[in-house]
Antibody, heavy 118, light 110 residues
Framework: QVQLQESGPGLAKPSETLSLTCTVSGDSVSGYYWGWIRQPAGKGLEWIGRIYSSGNTNYNPSLKSRVTMSVDTSKNQFSLSLSSVTAADTAMYYC????????????WGQGTLVTVSS | QSALTQPPSASGSPGQSVTISCTGSTSDVGGYNYVSWYQQHPGKAPKLMIYEVSKRPSGVPDRFSASKSGNTASLTVSGLQAEDEADYYCSSYAGSYNVLFGGGTKLTVL
């Protein structure tokens, strides 16, 4: 069973960069797409982007200018950086396996709450 | 790109059936057979319930079924049970390696 665990600061200051890491266990990151999805409190899901184990990335067009994703196959981890954050970026951030070619997200982390505040 | 459109709420009594719609466009729902549905209980991560329009992952009860017609996908929960009370989200491939989610539907079991 694939398990994912998000880690990183729960607080970010406005205009700074939010950085999160997802550690995968139960399977290798190799050969799969891995993604980030966020959910503001009481609101819906928003796809942030995905990265293939080779390092190829695709980002949500609305966030593309601020998002960078990376993968470390030796550590079985992948990461998210979101720059120039504002209060609107306050949300629960989930890492997940997928979406792949068929846009399926089949395993999710438990999520980590990131608050943007000075 | 706008989120897919879902009704904010739906409800039904135990044992009944309820259908939740997810409306997009020819650029997403109508253009690809890559619609998924996710169930999210309060404080929990979403769970994949349906993929590729109508396929169920292993372990998902067959009370959950789904289909698509044109630009609208639908999720039907039959034989409603108390544990089905949750938020449900649709998602669709939207071309150019983009994925859209619906706004979510809160399903209440009366």
């Amino acid at each position: 069973q694939v398990q994912l665990q998000e880690s990183g600061p729960g607080l970010a200051k406005p205009s700074e960069t939010l950085s999160l890491t997802c550690t995968v266990s139960g399977d290798s990151v190799s050969g799969y797409y891995w993604g980030w999805i966020r959910q503001p409190a009481g609101k819906g899901l928003e796809w942030i982007g995905r990265i293939y184990s080779s390092g190829n990335t695709n980002y949500n067009p609305s966030l593309k200018s601020r998002v960078t994703m990376s993968v470390d196959t030796s550590k079985n981890q992948f990461s998210l950086s979101l720059s120039s954050v504002t209060a609107a970026d306050t949300a629960m951030y989930y890492c997940a396996r997928g979406p792949g070619i068929r846009a399926i997200i089949d395993f999710w982390g438990q999520g980590t709450l990131v608050t943007v505040s000075s | 790109q706008s989120a897919l459109t879902q009704p904010p709420s739906a409800s039904g009594s135990p044992g009944q059936s309820v259908t939740i719609s997810c409306t997009g466009s020819t650029s997403d729902v109508g253009g690809y057979n890559y619609v998924s549905w996710y169930q999210q209980h309060p404080g929990k991560a979403p769970k994949l319930m349906i993929y590729e329009v109508s396929k169920r992952p292993s372990g998902v009860p067959d009370r959950f079924s789904a289909s698509k017609s044109g630009n609208t996908a639908s999720l039907t929960v039959s034989g409603l049970q108390a544990e089905d009370e949750a938020d449900y989200y649709c998602s669709s491939y939207a071309g150019s390696y983009n994925v859209l989610f619906g706004g979510g539907t809160k399903l209440t079991v009366l």
